[in-house]
């Protein structure tokens, strides 16, 4: 099955400087990689995907980039604020029929952003 | 419009004992699926569903059984509840295999 690394597991930076978070995925099929935002005490929430057709996609200060020959994908958030504290996560999906649209998530990175 | 609602919040069980977790959707969507969280661990599956009356194993199926009667609600077993299987669980709905995952709040299970 498929394999998602993450790194780092903690990320602390402070306001107004930029954030990366890593993902390694192992399998070549997989074509949808979502990142979720997870709270303290909340569900994660999708914040922006790329599928594997395309190789950057952006949204204000996120913006997420795939390499599909190294199968790695990264999330980039620019001039962080407070609010960006959180844990996050990335995730890849294999496409196959009958394979039920399942993520595979990576074990998150929890990012602190100080003051 | 809900999105996805679990119950209950919160549950504490001692070992043994057994309880069922219940997930509701009411966006119509044809995919349902468990999963647990635990620290360092990220969010790992249990079991799934590609539509009414279907039910597969995700990654870590032991000691967990679901069904899925009804289209909109995805119901997740815990038959002799044991202290590894102390979790926050997170149901998650999606309309097909194109989109990302709409989540629940999460059940905190606690096993003692």
């Known amino acids: 099955g498929e394999n998602v690394e993450q790194h780092p597991s903690t990320l602390s930076v402070q306001e107004g400087d930029s954030a990366v978070i890593k993902c390694t995925y192992s399998?070549?099929?997989?074509?949808?990689f979502p990142w979720y935002k997870q709270e303290l005490g909340k569900r994660p929430q999708l914040i922006i995907d790329?599928?594997?057709?395309?190789g950057e996609k952006k949204d204000q200060r996120i913006a997420v980039t795939l390499n599909k020959t190294a199968k790695h994908f990264s999330l980039h958030i620019t001039e962080t604020q407070p609010e960006d504290s959180a844990v996050y996560f990335c995730?890849?999906?294999?496409?196959?029929?009958?394979?039920?649209?399942?993520?595979?998530f990576g074990t998150g990175t929890q990012l602190k952003v100080e003051l | 419009n809900a999105g996805v609602t679990q119950t209950p919040k919160f549950r504490v069980l001692k070992t043994g004992q057994s309880m069922t977790l219940l997930c509701a959707q009411d966006?119509?969507?044809?995919?349902m699926y468990w999963y647990r969280q635990d620290p360092g661990m990220g969010l790992r599956l249990i079991h799934y569903?590609?539509?009414?009356?279907?039910?597969a194993k995700g990654e870590v199926p032991d000691g967990y059984n679901v069904s899925r009667l009804k289209k909109q609600n995805f119901l997740l077993g815990l038959e002799s509840a044991a202290p590894s299987q102390t979790s926050v669980y997170f149901c998650?709905?999606?309309?097909?295999?194109?989109?990302?995952?709409?989540f629940g709040s999460g059940t905190r299970l606690t096993v003692v």
């Open positions: 998650a709905s999606s309309p097909g295999s194109r989109y990302g995952y709409t």
């Open positions: 399998d070549s099929a997989s074509n949808y």
């Open positions: 790329i599928r594997s057709n395309v």
């Open positions: 995730a890849a999906r294999i496409a196959h029929a009958g394979g039920g649209n399942k993520l595979t």
């Open positions: 966006m119509n969507h044809e995919y």
């Open positions: 569903s590609v539509g009414e009356g279907t039910t």
